[in-house]
């Protein structure tokens, strides 16, 4: 599965100059914790969160003695001093394009340590956005959508395998693929990029029982 498959299009976004206060009530009213900050193109600036606004209420620590600290607490007190989204954003924004696999946002999210992903083509405009959330619930797909994915997208579009060589059978997540390999990277590649389909659990791969 693509991004494209699981974002939302209809996204909430600020602009710079929106105050942290209009922020913090746009949030709420929504239910979300975070949203793009946009100029005037549509292009992603950054992304303002709960918790660039929770830096407002902070108590600030006494200065310190020793320069390496004061250096530590510089971007807290940037944040702490802020009055608009621009100004407490979290900048450069962690994006991803609509084409790039779940596995790969995944990934994104967790090395960054980011709950949602700006999502924008090719000239940095935003089009969609992708959470934590809707990658939970697309590990939730049934059985004959993981397989459909695996022979379709996997063996087919990315191996270029002819899927009618494989015998691809889920029970709750737990995949198994009979068929004949090439080579054991050949194996061992189709087991990897198995892994990363959304809603796999397991992957067991072998060579078909002689006829």
């Known amino acids: 599965m693509r991004v494209a498959d699981v974002m939302t299009t209809e996204v909430l976004t600020v602009r710079p100059e929106t105050t942290l206060k209009e922020v913090a009530r746009l949030l709420g009213a929504h239910g979300i914790s975070g949203a793009p900050v946009v100029d005037e193109g549509g292009h992603v600036l950054g992304v303002v969160s709960e918790a660039d ?37 979290t900048t450069p924004a962690v994006t991803i394009a609509a084409h790039r ?71 709750n997540g737990e995949v198994a693929i009979a068929g004949r390999f090439d080579s054991e990277s050949e194996r061992e590649l189709l087991l990897e990029r198995v892994r990363l389909v959304p809603g796999v659990v397991s992957v067991a791969v072998r060579e078909p029982a002689e006829r």
């Open 101 to 171: 696999r779940l596995d790969v946002a995944a990934a994104l999210m967790l090395d960054r340590g980011v709950n949602r992903l700006p999502v924008v083509d090719r000239a940095g405009v935003l089009v969609g956005i992708v959470t934590r959330a809707d990658l939970v619930r697309a590990f939730v797909h049934g059985d004959e959508r993981i397989a459909r994915e695996i022979r379709e997208e996997v063996l087919l579009r990315e191996l270029w395998l002819d899927p009618s060589e494989f015998r691809v059978s889920v029970t």
């Open 53 to 89: 606004i929770l830096a407002k209420e902070r108590t600030p620590r006494p200065p310190g003695r020793i320069d390496r600290l004061r250096r530590r607490r510089e971007p807290a007190d940037r944040k702490a001093l802020a009055r608009t989204a621009g100004e407490a954003m």
